[in-house]
Structure formats: C-alpha cells, structure tokens
C-alpha cells in the first residue's frame, strides 16, 4: 500500500491533492500505466461523488449567459476526430439543427405504426450518434454533404432543396460499384435537412438524391440533383 | 404536414424563431452523453442544458471550496469552457459527462484557492439559504447527498479527515500532513485506503452512480 510508488498516489491525484510538481510527476507517470489510468478514473468518480454533499447556494442569475457568451466568442471547439461536417460547425443553423433532431422535429415515414414515437427517437438517437463521429464529403449540385460513420451508418445532409411537389418525393441512393440501392425519402424545403440512410454506405461509394415519384421508386428514374463521392479514408 | 411523411427528415425553417423563445430544456429527455456529444458539435442550446444539469452542483461545489462568490464563477466558467473545447475528445467509456464535468471544476477551484491563497479554514459548510429549484431535482440531489454523506459517515475518521480536507478544503496532501502532524506516508495511506473504501460503498449504490458506468 503505503511502499511510495507512484501507484497509491492515484487517490491523491484523483481528489486534486498533489500540489504543481506532484501533479505533473504523476502525470507524466500516468501516460505508461494503463492500471493507474484505470484507478485514478475509478477514484474519479468517487471523488466526484463527493460534491454532491455541498450546500447549493442560488446560482448568479448572470452565470448562464456569461457562460454562453463566453463560448460563442471562443473559435468553435477543435474536435481531433475524423468527423468534421463540412458545414462550418459554428454556423448557427448546423447547431439550432442538430439541436432540432433533438428536440423532435422529425418525421419518418412509417406507415399506420403503433411504434412510430419510439422509432422516431430511435432515429434521432441514430442521427445524433452518426454526427457525433463522422467524416464528410460535401456533396456536388445543391450544397449538403454526406457524413458516414466508421460504422458505415450515413446521414444525408441537405440544404435548401426545393420542397417536392405534391406526388413527388426526393430519394437518396447509395451506389456502389454498379449496385444502387434506395436509401430514402425525404421531401426537401427550405433550411437544412437531416435524412438518416437506410442503407450503409461502404466507400468508395457515391450517395446520390434524384426526383422521383410519391411513394419512392426501385431504381432513379430522373437525373441525379446532387451527389457525394465517398472515399476510403 | 410538411415535415411528416418520408425519410428521416428535420426541417427547421419555421421553426427558429420559436427555438429562439424556447430554452435548453428541450433537449432534457436526453442522456448525458447525448447532450455533451452535442457539444461537441458547438450547440450552444447543449451547452446550456449542460448548465441547468449540473451548475448548481458545479458551482456550489466552487463555492464551497473558494468562500467567494466571484472567484467560484470563474472556476465553474472555465470548467464548462474546457467541456466546451474538449467534448469531441471526450470518451465515454472512460468517465461519466458529470464526472468530468466536476473534475473539471474541482481542480479548477482548488487551483485558484491556492492561488488566492484564500480559504484555509475548516472545511465546514458554508451557511447558506436552501434554494428551492424543480422538486425532481431536488429529490433527486438530496437522495444523492444522503447516499454520499452516510457513506462518509462510515469511514474511520482520520480517513474522513484526510479526504474532506483534501476535497473541500483543497489541501495539498503535503499541507495536510504538516497540519495534522503526520508523515506523508500516512496521509497518503489515508487518502487511499478512504477513497478505495468509499468507491467499493458507494459502487455498491446505483443512487450516486459512480464506478463503472
């Protein structure tokens, strides 16, 4: 226990007690030890366990906002991850969307379903997962962008594509190699859509959204409206 | 009828101007995570839910550690800015949303209590007035806070000693071994055999949710 290794020092880093040079001895010794990672995570949430036994005063009414202020000011965050939607992440229709998914304003097509509010949050759920870590190519025509998951789970976004007229649907289409295959209805409008493919895409593929009939058809029928070539990363 | 019907479609126009009016808590049927994954996309609605989950606890945590009120609106701004920066790199597997949440604004705090060389009184509560806030929340924190308190209530005292000291009072653990008058060792031994004591309690109890998630 007490044998002055670095290993027990785990609950003192974990409770903030090592003062500047402690600390970064210790770290520099956490980045080799996969076991003092694990406990000083355990020791983490232990830790912060104990700050539910404070004395909550009322909050600064100004807090949330200089908080938000502060944020918005700030560059939008580095995000190290292969994702990186096209879109500027900051720009606030990308961030009032996603949100939007959130909040439900969504709409699948799911014929007479008793299921339809549990497959709607579902389809969020799997909407927000796909942008959460994803890699984009924007698309060619209108401008969107294709974002794919390394799970090969795909959103088609779409911006500013004309609503479809009454009979008419946009449909999405992953093709790959000579296969193509239907991959979705939506209908389009103004501001940026969010369409969930019901196909994977597995690069290199291209997604393609083309104007067909209500209802959807088997194979595109009309001219590809935009497109996205997907690459192998 | 316009955003119903095919695809997994969202459509916004229309729908702006009554998200503007709207607050954070639209998004309140979401986890944690989904809401730091948010973040993470530069949300600033998530970063704000964010907030109304966790900002009392942050900032009464801060509080209790800096006894003022400016310096503990500091630590909690920039522990929901280094969640602001850093949600696309954080990992779920490794910690909980609010755990990183208060571990970034307990070192924040305890960084500043150094600094200001402030605090340095016992690690009592401070007085303050109860709030009254949404009755679930409140249920639900005071149920959390009973679990902690009794768990604390159960380790040796010296152990208890070391830890309250350490966490509320953000005492290095050299500091507290001049001021208790024990060898580093010890304390060190304290802090450890205490907390390892204190995550096998609590781990047992799905109330306060910590241990592996």
């Known amino acids: 226990m007490n044998d002055g290794s670095p290993h027990e020092l785990s609950a003192a880093y974990a409770l903030d007690a090592l003062d500047g040079d402690e600390r970064e001895a210790y770290e520099t010794h956490l980045a080799g030890c996969e076991r003092c990672r694990e406990d000083v995570a355990s020791f983490r949430a232990t830790a912060s366990a104990l700050a539910y036994d404070v004395d909550l005063p009322p909050l600064p009414e100004t807090l949330e906002h200089r908080i938000i202020a502060a944020a918005r000011a700030e560059h939008p965050n580095v995000v190290p991850l292969r994702q990186r939607l096209a879109i500027p992440a900051a720009a606030l229709g990308a961030v009032a969307a996603v949100a939007a998914i959130a909040i439900g304003i969504w709409a699948i097509h799911l014929s007479n379903s008793l299921d339809h509010q549990k497959a709607i949050r579902k389809d969020q759920k799997a909407v927000i997962d796909v942008l959460s ?12 962008a294709v974002c794919v998951a390394p799970t090969e789970k795909a959103v088609l976004i779409a911006d500013s594509l004309p609503a479809a007229s009454p009979g008419k649907t946009y449909e999405a289409w992953v093709i790959t190699g000579k296969r193509v295959q239907p991959a979705g209805l939506f209908r389009g409008g103004a501001g940026r859509k969010y369409v969930l493919l019901t196909k994977p895409v597995r690069a290199p593929a291209k997604v393609a959204v083309t104007l067909e009939k209500r209802g959807g058809v088997s194979a595109p029928t009309t001219a590809i409206l935009l497109q996205a070539e997907v690459k192998p990363s | 009828m316009s955003d119903r019907g095919e695809g997994g479609v969202v459509s916004l126009r229309g729908r702006r101007s009554e998200r503007s009016q709207t607050t954070a808590r639209e998004l309140a049927h979401l986890s944690d995570e989904a809401v730091v994954a948010l973040v993470a996309r530069s949300d ?15 900032y009464g945590l801060a509080f209790r550690i800096l006894r003022d009120d400016a310096l503990a609106q500091d ?9 602001w920066r850093a949600a696309g790199r954080f990992t779920a597997e490794r910690a909980k949303p609010s755990t990183w949440l208060l571990t970034l604004v307990h070192r924040r705090a305890v960084d500043l209590v150094r600094r200001e060389e402030r605090r340095r009184t016992e690690p009592l509560q401070p ?3 109860p709030v009254v806030g949404e009755a679930a929340d409140e249920a639900e924190l005071a149920t959390q806070r009973q679990t902690i308190r009794e768990a604390l209530r159960r380790l040796p005292a ?22 208790l008058g024990e060898p580093l060792g010890t304390i060190k031994s304290r802090m450890f055999t205490g907390l390892a004591r204190l995550r096998e309690d609590l781990g047992a109890d799905a109330r306060v949710g910590v241990g592996p998630a």
Do not use: K, M
């Open chain 2, 75 to 83: 630590a909690v701004q920039e522990a929901f800015l280094g969640v």
């Open chain 2, 158 to 179: 010296e152990q208890r000693e070391a830890i309250e000291l350490a966490y509320y009072g953000g005492y290095t653990q050299s500091e507290l071994a001049e001021r």
């Open chain 2, 44 to 58: 600033e609605h998530a970063l704000a839910e964010l907030y109304h989950r966790f900002g009392r606890l942050a």
């Open chain 1, 133 to 144: 870590d994803c890699s984009t190519t924007p698309t060619q025509g209108s401008t969107g």
């Open chain 2, 127 to 129: 007085e303050t007035e």
